[in-house]
Nanobody, 125 residues
Framework: QLQLVESGGGKAQPGGSLRLSCAAT????????IGWFRQAPGKEREGVSC????????LYADSVTGRFTISRDNDKNMVYLQIDSLKPEDTAVYYC??????????????????WGQGTQVTVSS
């Protein structure tokens, strides 16, 4: 069974950076598309980025394009989300999720089968 664990969250100032990590155990990650999602209090879960199983296709929400960078290292069973130019509105719990997919990735959470427990990102001065 695939298990996902996020890390790297914390408190940062506006304009700062964080690097979130998603570590997979139990099964090779190379067959899975990965999505990063976030959920702020009182708001719906929002897709921020996703990456195909091979890493050759990525997708970003308009609100994060140019500031977030998704990447993966299948040899290490890891996926990363580099967050730059942090804004207060980036404050949320960030989740990584996985689904078996040959090509491409999905931007909606309903397509993903495996979820991590989330890591809190707080952007505040």
């Amino acid at each position: 069974q695939l298990q996902l664990v996020e890390s790297g969250g914390g408190k940062a100032q506006p304009g700062g950076s964080l690097r979130l990590s998603c570590a997979a155990t139990g099964l090779p990650l190379e067959y899975y598309a990965i999505g990063w999602f976030r959920q702020a209090p009182g708001k719906e879960r929002e897709g921020v980025s996703c990456i195909s199983s091979s890493g050759d296709y990525t997708l970003y929400a308009d609100s994060v394009t140019g500031r977030f960078t998704i990447s993966r290292d299948n040899d290490k069973n890891m996926v990363y989300l580099q967050i730059d130019s942090l804004k207060p509105e980036d404050t949320a719990v960030y989740y990584c999720a996985a689904t078996i997919l040959v090509a491409g990735c999905y931007d909606h959470h309903s397509h993903y089968d495996h979820w991590g427990q989330g890591t809190q990102v707080t952007v505040s001065s």
